[in-house]
């Protein structure tokens, strides 16, 4: 590491707690500062390369600075770069957002996932009337109190009780919180029928971090809340254009009420939407505030500008070329299969997971179905795993929950990783 890196690495440890933006928690000692990327690739401020499977924690499907995208908001830049109101290109992409998700009838825009989901919860909670969601443990559904519940728990509450992760929140603003196991459509046919009178929504990632969805789980959602008329959100923030163009909805055959968009969208730019059903959107129309209809204020300063529009529309325009999704499920086969490949000739007692472009080591011979199946993991040696692959020049989150592929990948990056892999595993 040079002089000049290392001055900008310790800047960074200074201004930023654990040197970054949040949740890499690296030691100090691999920590960087990156200068640009391109492609898969990405670049030190020491000139470094690295090979990227965390693409901007999968925002950057379409790859780094990808020349379309590039194009497309070097056009709009010029026309000004916020109104807070709708332009053409919000508009445009609105429209192209209601024809390809099959669960959008009306669309809001915000600024992030995190901000779209959080804005799901409360407008299934002012649609209905009622107070309390249902989610899954282990699932993320953005930084908010409902989206981090019982996200890392170490010693599991029983169901259904939900639990803080970390500090910061207190218990009341998690208390009409109710968790259910991923892929155990049992407990969660049961909990919603127990709480139907006092339930809003059932909120689900439908592949839960890199967890498969198990045959008919979706669907058992989807009947159990018809008939208990509870709302069915999917948090789409990942699987949203990355599965398929019409994302979970299309690739698991499931359509919910209200959905929730960010990551691929936007092209590597930021961007949020939360969309659904028409009467449901509407509880957002601003002639209802004063009125006994239901309402839910929803307002957002950056959502939809021009210049994250302007590059969604890019994005989609390659997503919905010919051959795309095809191509992204090979790869994340390929990838998948030369993981398992290196573990078994390594003599690992682990496995691979995900699906898509999505890939997962958990250093686990037990089936994972759910949060509690990771839990059985050897964790440290994952992190250990993921630090060895960092300091060989794979830039990904140690945290290990995901490897991300783009359509900047091909046989060839993956074959250059899975050598990494190997060598970093012996």
């Known amino acids: 590491m040079s002089t000049t890196s290392l001055g900008l690495t310790q800047r960074s440890q200074h201004v930023f707690p654990a040197g970054s933006n949040g949740e890499f928690n690296l030691p100090p000692s691999q920590a960087i500062v990156i200068e640009r990327g391109r492609g898969c690739e990405l670049w030190d401020t020491d000139g470094r390369r690295y090979l990227d499977f965390s693409m901007g924690w999968g925002s950057v499907l379409v790859g780094h600075a990808r020349p379309e995208v590039v194009a497309a908001v070097n056009a709009a830049v010029p026309g000004g770069s916020n109104f807070a109101y709708v332009t053409r290109r919000s508009l445009e992409l609105a429209e192209r957002i209601v024809a390809v998700s099959p669960a959008a009838e009306s669309v809001r825009f915000c600024a992030s996932g995190t901000e779209a989901t959080m804005y799901c919860q409360r407008l299934a909670r002012g649609y209905t009337g009622r107070n309390k969601i249902l989610k899954f443990e282990g699932a993320y559904h953005g930084a908010n109190a409902i989206g981090t519940a019982n996200l890392f728990p170490d010693t599991p509450p029983n169901f259904p009780h939900p639990e803080v992760t970390g500090t910061g929140e207190s218990q009341g603003t998690i208390g ?251």
């Not at 990056?413 to 190997?422: H, N, R, S, T």
């Open 176 to 426: 009409d919180v109710l968790i259910a196991p991923f892929n155990e459509l049992d407990v969660a046919e049961r909990l919603i029928a127990e709480h139907a009178d006092d339930l809003a929504a059932v909120i689900v990632e439908p592949l839960q971090r890199c967890v498969p969805p198990a045959e008919g789980f979706l669907a058992g959602l989807r009947n159990a809340t018809r008939r208990h008329d509870v709302l069915l959100v999917f948090d789409e923030v990942v699987t949203g254009f990355r599965l398929a163009y019409g994302g979970a909805q299309e690739y698991y055959g499931v359509v919910p009420d209200l959905v929730a968009y960010g990551k691929a969208l936007g092209g590597g730019y930021p961007i949020g939407v939360y969309a659904g059903r028409e009467d449901v959107m509407a509880v957002v129309r601003e002639e209802r505030l004063g009125s006994n209809a239901p309402y839910v204020w929803s307002a957002s300063t950056l959502g939809g500008n021009p210049i994250s529009s302007a590059a969604a529309l890019a994005a989609l325009e390659v997503l919905g070329g010919d051959g795309v999704y095809e191509r992204l499920h090979r790869l994340g086969g390929y990838l998948r299969q030369g993981m398992r490949r290196v573990l078994a000739e390594s003599g690992e007692a682990a496995q691979v997971i995900g699906d898509g472009p999505l890939a997962q080591v958990v250093f686990s011979t037990a089936p994972i179905h759910n949060y509690r199946g990771t839990q059985l993991a050897d964790r440290p040696r994952q992190r250990e795993l993921m630090l060895r692959l960092f300091a060989a020049g794979v830039f990904l989150n140690p945290m290990g929950t995901k490897l991300y592929l783009s359509l900047a990948h091909d046989e060839a990056a993956v074959d250059e990783f899975l050598g990494i892999f190997a060598a970093a595993l012996d």
